[in-house]
């Protein structure tokens, strides 16, 4: 059974399209979700995707936080629900205490689109079930505010949760801990700066996002959230 | 403030308007303007709006086809793209306002061409943007290029459409006098093309987005259609012009498009129109010209940052982000309703009248404007958009030319250590790329930095083709200096070659022309060359022209810049459902040259003009009909490729800046493999750079000849790639480490410099 996913929208947000595009690509079936909805319908998982929420004229995601729709994405994971961010979608499950920590402008203050190596360091959420300790994937960047920082004591938190999924291999953004992903503590809420939906296809470059991906749709096809 | 009048100076003239243009004013009225119509007509008939100096020469360009949908004169150009899409393509440029606020000015030369573009029903999808700097020896070289770059990457990131390429130039004659173009593509499902043309009498102008304020009040005409002045010529001395510049919001113009959008396929509006320079004046003029129709205007009930503006600044005002629509009353409610879910301002500001009859029974729509329960302005409206004075500037051949020619660069290289040249010329722009998102969509097979880029043909709600778009932004300002025609006509093609390394077939190019004083009759001159030079190249080739933008006045201090004729080349590649060959070759591959050698005259080069410091000498001769065959032989071989089926090639890239001997480099940096090769030229012939010779590799040395046999072109085994090393027999012997390290460190290090 395919899994419906949701693709959340705020004003400002660019990345709705591809992560559509991704999901249905690899058999999912995406539906846009618009942020003054108050609730979601029937679905499987939810993708809050990249771009500029509300302009992100304030931290990224702050006013995104506050969003109708925000209340049902937090009932849903708080109900088990497989929900990811990328990017954007990353700064505002942050923003909303989704996830703990926060997203710093990049060292070197500028707006970095490239391709990023990145290392998979945990299997245990459900954007990367499918894939395997020390596996390398080669997926891009684009962001200007990507360089993920928390204090110590979050910092050992999640280490010894097993909460890192993704790390660089080479933190263009200074990241601490040159961390690209983490979970929350049951693992079913990710986030992540680098984009997935943007290695899908050889002909673009890299298939590798599609090993998060397929992760998620298969977590959300077996979750009973709804 | 821009439009006040003293004893000395009348207020057409602080407009911007002549005596001879305000005498015309008032034959057309039969009357004095008011000072509010008088401002209406400054801003109409600056040269940055009317064209009133180019326009005759402009005529000369071929301009159809048959895949030609909209041509000159529209917002954007289209043409047919097949599988029922067509592709929106139009460039500007934002120069005067990036010299004076480079963010802002760069920021917002990206929103106003994305309006231009989604105006006609299409959704941007891409946007190329060729920038022109001083040397970056000084501070305010390294202040501009990063305040344009951040601009292009803030507002174009945010806006979310992706910026796939351009061109990063350095010339001393842009020390004062940056450029900064703009291209936009975008896509549209065929019956979804819109004009923007006012018709009904009764229907309703809604004006959409931002409110109205005082910025850009005067920007097509005190700023785009004026030189710097100033002592020294620099921009920072016209600090009086700072506030003519517009401020963009990125966030606006994205839930903007997503309006527009959704109101063009619910099919709300009858016609709409973007307001970018001239403001307000400007989109109704041209909205109710182009319908032979009046429009009435209150100036009451448009929306105003800031109390106190009087009617001539809220009509001339560029404040950005807004687009004006025209509805029928019945659908009021629901454009509302739409707008208002992307958070758009929707205000009904005036409605279409029926036009006056002049004495030949001739529709001539009136602009009224109302204000404070009075009719404030009354002009007809195709007096303002289309009835400008047309000038026939004088032509001087400059006196120097044939002195120039006959300096030849070539004479003094035979001597020159090749790799120290060679090595001076490398440099990657990947620092300016990667701050721009390129992926956006997910359309990107080549992004920046490449020949060409090329993009799937898609995006949301586009009908499904396996096609592919190609796009080429190119100019040389170091030909154009020396034979504008000439140059001009090599541009072309070099945007034809750029698309053959995608496997592309040429369909369209657009054009944005930045020259000095048209009031200087060698600028006027090196214009009317340049004009035919891209008219017989693109006859020759058969390439329609769509669209341009002529940018003139690009002079300080009384210096004019170089001539720079920016083509843009847009083509298709019939089926993409592959990577074709990059510019990086692999181990184990021969090296071979498609095209025929040329004449190894270097005028005009990078060397002569960067290394050697000569700026004189005789641009090359260039076969159009002979340069089309090699071209479309390697198109053809790419295409295979990009369909999927077995190709011949293992890279592709095509001599162009900097000669046989960059390309080179650049296909061993790409590849991080070397190569030893004899290139059968000299060291001049190292480095010329006449257009229509490719380096292609491959693992079928004879299979390619034997193509190249059939189609009649010249091809030439160089050599072999592997190694380390780039080894020209006899010529050069440099590691590839060493060249892509100098490489990717240029740009920085030059920018460093400036401390």
Redesign the interface.
């Known amino acids: 059974m395919s899994a419906s996913i949701g693709v959340i929208v705020f004003p400002g947000t660019n990345c709705e399209h591809d992560a559509v595009g991704a999901v249905d690509a690899l058999g999912g079936e995406g539906r846009l979700i618009f942020h003054t909805d108050t609730s979601l319908g029937q679905l499987d998982g939810l993708i809050l995707p990249g771009g500029f929420a509300h302009g992100d004229y304030l931290r990224p995601g702050a006013i995104a936080r506050f969003s109708p729709i925000m209340e049902a994405v937090r009932t849903f994971a708080e109900a088990g629900g497989p929900v990811v961010g990328i990017c954007n979608g990353f700064q505002v499950l942050c923003e909303a205490h989704l996830l703990p920590g926060a997203l710093q402008k990049n060292r070197g203050l500028t707006f970095l689109c490239q391709p990023s190596e990145l290392e998979v360091v945990s299997t245990s959420s459900v954007l990367t079930s499918s894939a395997t300790v020390g596996q390398r994937l080669s997926v891009p960047i684009n962001h200007f505010s990507g360089s993920y920082t928390c204090d110590l004591d979050t910092l050992s938190q999640l280490e010894s949760q097993d909460r890192i999924m993704l790390r660089y291999v080479d933190n263009p953004n200074g990241s601490i801990d040159s961390i690209a992903g983490i979970s929350n503590e049951a693992g079913n809420v990710v986030g992540l700066m680098p984009h997935p939906e943007r290695a899908v296809s050889s002909l673009l470059g890299s298939e590798d996002g599609a090993v998060l991906l397929r992760s998620f749709l298969g977590a959300a096809a077996a979750a009973t959230v709804g | 403030m821009a439009a006040s009048s003293s004893p000395d100076q009348p207020l057409h003239r602080a407009l911007g308007l002549t005596d001879t243009e305000l005498e015309d004013i008032i034959s057309v009225l039969g009357r004095e303007p008011n000072p509010l119509e008088l401002a209406l007509y400054g801003v109409m008939w600056s040269e940055h709006c009317s064209y009133k100096s180019s326009r005759i020469h402009l005529k000369r360009l071929p301009t159809t086809g048959d895949k030609v949908l909209v041509g000159p004169g529209e917002n954007a150009g289209v043409i047919d793209a097949g599988d029922g899409i067509a592709i929106a393509i139009r460039i500007e440029s934002h120069n005067h306002p990036s010299a004076i606020e480079p963010y802002q000015g760069a920021a917002t030369g990206v929103g106003g061409i994305l309006r231009d573009i989604f105006t006609m029903g299409a959704r941007p999808l891409a946007v190329m943007d060729p920038l022109f700097f001083g040397t970056p020896d000084d501070a305010r070289q390294r202040w501009l290029i990063e305040g344009v770059v ?1 601009g292009i ?2 507002y174009g ?4 459409v992706p910026t796939i390429g351009g061109e990063l130039t350095f010339d001393p004659c842009y020390q004062t006098n940056p450029l900064v173009n703009v291209l936009c593509v975008g896509a549209l499902p065929v019956e979804r093309l819109v004009l923007g043309i006012a018709s009904g009498t009764g229907n309703l102008a809604v004006l959409l987005g931002s409110a109205t304020g005082r910025d850009g009040i005067g920007g097509v005409s005190v700023l785009a259609s004026a030189g710097f002045e100033g002592e020294d010529g620099a921009a920072s001395l016209d600090e009086s012009k700072r506030p003519a510049t517009q401020v963009g ?3 606006e113009e ?2 903007l498009i ?1 309006a527009c959008l959704a109101l063009l396929d619910e099919k709300l509006v009858v016609g709409i129109q973007d307001l970018g320079g001239g403001g307000l004046a400007c989109g109704t003029s041209e909205l109710a010209a182009r319908g032979r129709v009046g429009m009435d205007v209150d100036v009451d009930a448009i929306p105003r940052r800031e109390p106190g503006m009087e009617p001539w600044e809220v009509m001339t005002s560029e404040s950005q982000e807004r687009m004006l629509a025209i509805v029928t009353p019945d659908s009021l409610p629901m454009v509302i309703e739409l707008c208002g ?3 758009v301002a929707a205000t009904v500001i005036g409605r279409v009248t029926e036009p006056d009859y002049d004495e030949a029974g001739e529709p001539v729509g009136m602009l009224r404007l109302h204000a404070g329960g009075a009719v404030v302005g009354e002009v007809p409206a195709a007096s303002l958009a289309d009835e400008a004075p047309l000038y026939e500037r004088p032509l001087v051949e400059p006196a120097n030319r044939a002195a120039r020619a006959a300096i030849d660069p070539s004479a003094s290289v035979e001597d020159i250590d090749i790799a120290d040249a060679l090595l001076s010329l490398l440099l990657d722009p990947i620092p300016v ?13 080549i992004g920046p930095g490449a020949d060409a880029a090329l993009l ?1 043909l898609a ?2 709600g586009l009908p499904a083709s396996s096609r592919g778009m190609s796009l080429s932004t190119d100019s040389n300002p170091r030909w154009g200096s020396l034979d504008p025609r000439a140059a001009t006509a090599a541009t072309v093609a070099e945007g034809v070659a750029n698309l053959a390394c995608t496997g592309a077939v040429p369909e369209a190019v657009v054009n944005c022309l930045n020259f000095g004083n048209p009031e200087h009759p060698e600028v006027m001159w090196q214009l009317s060359e340049s004009i035919d030079g891209m008219a017989d190249a693109c006859r020759a080739l058969g390439l329609p022209v769509i669209g341009g933008n002529v940018s003139l006045y690009n002079e300080s201090g009384g210096s004019d810049i170089d001539p720079t004729a920016v083509i843009g080349t847009l083509g298709l590649v019939e089926h ?4 074709p060959p990059s510019v990086g070759w692999s181990e184990g591959e021969t090296v071979l040259l498609l095209g025929a050698d040329d004449a190894g005259l270097l005028g005009g080069s990078q060397l002569a003009v960067d290394y050697l410091n000569n700026r004189d000498g005789r641009l090359f001769d260039l076969d159009l009909a002979e340069f089309a065959t090699t071209a479309a032989l390697v198109a053809g071989m790419v295409a295979e490729h990009a369909a999927g089926r077995p190709g011949l090639l293992g890279s592709v890239h095509d001599v162009g800046s900097g000669g046989m001997v960059v390309a080179l480099a650049e296909m061993a940096i790409a590849g991080d493999v070397g190569a030893t090769v004899s290139t059968g030229v000299s060291t001049a012939g190292l480095f010329s750079e006449r257009p229509g010779r490719f380096l292609v590799t491959s693992t079928d040395p004879e299979a390619v000849a034997a193509q190249a046999e059939i189609a009649g072109v010249p091809c030439r085994v160089l050599g072999h790639t592997g190694g380390d090393s780039l080894v020209l027999v006899g010529q050069l012997d440099l590691a590839v480490s060493t060249l892509a390290q100098r490489s990717a460190t240029a740009l920085e290090s030059a920018l460093d410099a400036a401390g």
């Open positions: 951040s990457s803030g990131n945010s806006v979310g919001d990125p966030y994205k839930r997503e879910r992307w958070e790329y990667r701050q721009y998102d390129h992926q956006l969509f997910l359309n990107t097979v799937r995006g949301p993409l459902v592959e990577r």
